[in-house]
């Protein structure tokens, strides 16, 4: 490879890098500020919930880090009648 590729590999990479930061961000203010539950789990059944909007905690009464610490809380917070439906 040379000098000239290496050069505009390293360009795009950190031009790379910095879009994700960007959208890193953009998320994390549009997590916070949507007044909404927002949530983000693994694809796979059962998987752990990866990331929860902190608005959770004014409509369920329920911290978000509660959600990110195990599935257990929607045992908790689900109705017996609408567990099969869940």
Do not use: C, K, N
């Amino acid at each position: 490879m040379e000098r000239g590729d290496t050069g505009d590999l390293e360009r795009r990479l950190r031009d790379a890098e910095r879009r994700a930061f960007e959208a890193e961000a953009a998320y994390e203010t549009l997590l916070e500020q949507v007044p909404a539950a927002i949530y983000v789990y693994s694809p796979e059944l059962g998987g752990p919930t990866r990331s929860m909007s902190g608005y959770v905690e004014e409509l369920l009464g329920v911290p978000a880090d509660r959600f990110l610490s195990g599935d257990e809380i929607w045992d908790e917070l689900l109705h017996p009648d609408d567990r099969v439906r869940a």
